[in-house]
């Protein structure tokens, strides 16, 4: 072997024993390839108990591959690499679609026409995972030597192997392996997953890892859509009562003469209706975590209860003498800024003190523009799966028309969006998503055009309440001026939906 090879295989055999992050140790063995193999991209994949493909570091290819995931028996390539325990090489005339076709970070160039090679990963005996490599070159590969190609698919392995061992290590001493824990794991799952490899992100997952482990409470913040949930569900997952449940409650939905008894229960006569006794959500989550979202939306009578049960972990059910002791978590969240809440006496000081412990906030997407093809590849993979059209992809220009979004509705709007054109293109089935089938207005008109952005400092909180009035006069006259049809509309209780537009004044 010559010396540039040589010096590349000794830095990935270093790199194995080095305390780096799982995808660093990816990374840095798929450039050693690039340096050596006459590649113009190449992609690493670990398989998973499901018999998926995940891939976790890619070369001159389109960052969204890391959202995707990859179906073997959808990818006739991929299928026949799995299938040999030796390299396997595909000419530039096979009749093989290739996984990559489209998605070179080159938008100029194609890669319809290249020659492939891809090797195996197995770990005693067992399949591990997939390396592959294209080139635009025809021929490229012919020349390489079985024997170093092996010796890359063998170190590639060995790094699957040492991370894998590591993490299920950590696995092992996180987890108790029970059927709750496995219907925890079901129900969290899900949720989705927390993707982004911007440098906020990263932030982000840090302050979940640093809190996690306690049993603080913590303050979720973020406009609408940011993934406020999905952070909760997360620092559950790796708090020291994760094998517990997560208790969820949606403050903003709670119907005001049931709120008291949905959070702390009730015993049977308490009021009408009353017929058995209840366990409120304090008691469901005992031990475990209470996730409490909106809470900016709690009225005041219930802040004062709610803050007795989180000094003294103590309650009462509706209609009892009795108290009963708790040992729950708190995770609330937020759209609201509460220090303004407070200010105006719509929140109390006490009980905001109590929850902003550890006081996390949730970047919006205009923050982290950076993980906008990843997202992008990881949202599409949902349509991807339920068309079964494994090589539908965003065309690059696309990606960089959405870069350039501000994304008033964060996530929540960039997965709608990519939905609704993903449809269109499948309907002219097309496998390559164009800016036509976009609806999304030039860059900068929402600003100009849009009565909710003003010119001139005003208070938020007025801003807010003349956009909800506006939208509950429009809605009662989409309904007919039905309050029951537009509780509906709107997705909430009738009772509160009712209270607030009598508080913004409509009759």
Same mark, same amino acid.
């Given at each position: ?21 799982? !995808? ?5 063995? %798929? ?16 398989? !998973?108990?499901? *018999?998926? =493909? ?5 070369? *001159? ?13 959808? /990818?006739?390539?991929?299928?026949? %690499? ?23 970070? $080159? ?10 090679? *891809? ?25 390489? &030597?079985? @024997?170093?190609? &092996? ?15 590591? $993490? ?9 392996? #029970?059927?709750?824990?496995? =219907? %925890? ?9 927390? @993707? ?42 790796? #708090? ?8 969820? %409650?949606?403050?903003? +939905? ?59 972990? &103590?309650?009462?059910?509706?209609? #009892?003498?009795?108290?009963? /002791? ?6 609330? +969240? ?8 407070? &200010? ?17 906030? @949730? ?10 093809? @990843? ?110 049809? #537009?509780? !509906? ?14 508080? =913004?004044?409509?009759?």
């Amino acid at each position: 072997m010559n010396s540039k090879l040589d010096n590349v295989l000794l830095n990935i055999a270093l790199n194995l024993s080095a305390n780096l992050a799982s !995808d660093q140790h990816y990374q840095h063995l %798929i450039d050693g390839i690039d340096q050596v193999f006459p590649c113009d991209a190449s992609a690493l994949f670990i398989l !998973d108990k499901e *018999g998926l =493909l995940t891939p976790v570091a890619v070369k *001159g290819l389109s960052p969204a591959v890391l959202g995707r995931r990859f179906y073997p028996q959808a /990818h006739p390539r991929l299928e026949a %690499i799995m299938a040999s325990k030796q390299p396997v090489r595909f000419d530039a005339d096979s009749p093989l679609p290739d996984p990559f076709d489209g998605i070179l970070l $080159n938008e100029q160039q194609t890669i319809d026409i290249h020659d492939c090679l *891809g090797c195996s990963l197995y770990v005693e005996g067992q399949l591990v995972g997939v390396l592959t490599l294209d080139s635009l070159t025809v021929g490229a590969f012919d020349e390489i &030597e079985t @024997v170093a190609i &092996e010796t890359f698919a063998a170190l590639a392995a060995a790094t699957l192997r040492n991370i894998a061992q590591f $993490n299920a290590l950590k696995d092992q001493n996180k987890k108790q392996k #029970s059927l709750t824990d496995t =219907l %925890i794991q079901q129900a969290r799952s899900q949720q989705g997953e927390m @993707v982004g490899i911007s440098a906020v992100m990263q932030r982000l997952r840090t302050n979940i890892a640093t809190v996690a482990k306690s049993d603080y409470a913590v303050l979720i913040s973020g406009e609408t859509g940011t993934g406020k949930e999905l952070v909760a569900h997360e620092i559950h997952a790796q #708090s020291t009562r994760a094998d517990t449940p997560m208790i969820y %409650i949606n403050c903003a +939905a709670l119907p005001e003469g049931l709120a008291e008894s949905e959070l702390f229960g009730h015993v049977k006569g308490a009021f009408t209706g009353a017929n058995s006794h209840r366990a409120g959500k304090f008691e469901l989550a005992d031990g475990g975590t209470l996730f409490l979202d909106e809470i900016g939306e709690l009225p005041l009578i219930l802040q004062a209860k709610l803050l007795r049960v989180i000094q003294q972990g &103590e309650l009462q059910r509706v209609g #009892s003498d009795q108290h009963l /002791h708790v040992n729950v978590r708190i995770i609330a +969240a937020t759209n609201r800024q509460l220090e303004t809440e407070v &200010e105006l006496g719509h929140f109390r000081a006490d009980l905001y003190h109590r929850l902003n412990v550890f006081p996390i906030f @949730v970047p919006s997407l205009r923050e982290r523009h950076d993980d906008i093809p @990843v997202l992008a590849g990881y949202l599409l993979e949902k349509v991807r799966h339920q068309f079964n059209i494994p090589n539908l992809h965003l065309h690059p220009k696309v990606l960089n028309m959405l870069e350039a979004k501000p994304w008033p509705g964060n996530i929540r709007e960039l997965e709608h969006t990519l939905t609704r054109a993903a449809l269109r293109a499948i309907q002219d089935e097309q496998n390559t998503i164009t800016s036509q089938y976009f609806d999304l207005a030039p860059t900068g008109d929402v600003k100009n055009t849009s009565s909710f952005f003003p010119e001139q400092s005003q208070p938020m909180r007025q801003l807010v309440e003349h956009y909800q009035k506006q939208l509950i006069e429009h809605t009662l006259e989409k309904t007919h001026k039905n309050w029951a049809k #537009s509780a !509906d509309f709107l997705q909430m209780d009738r009772g509160n939906l009712y209270r607030m537009g009598k508080k =913004l004044g409509i009759k």
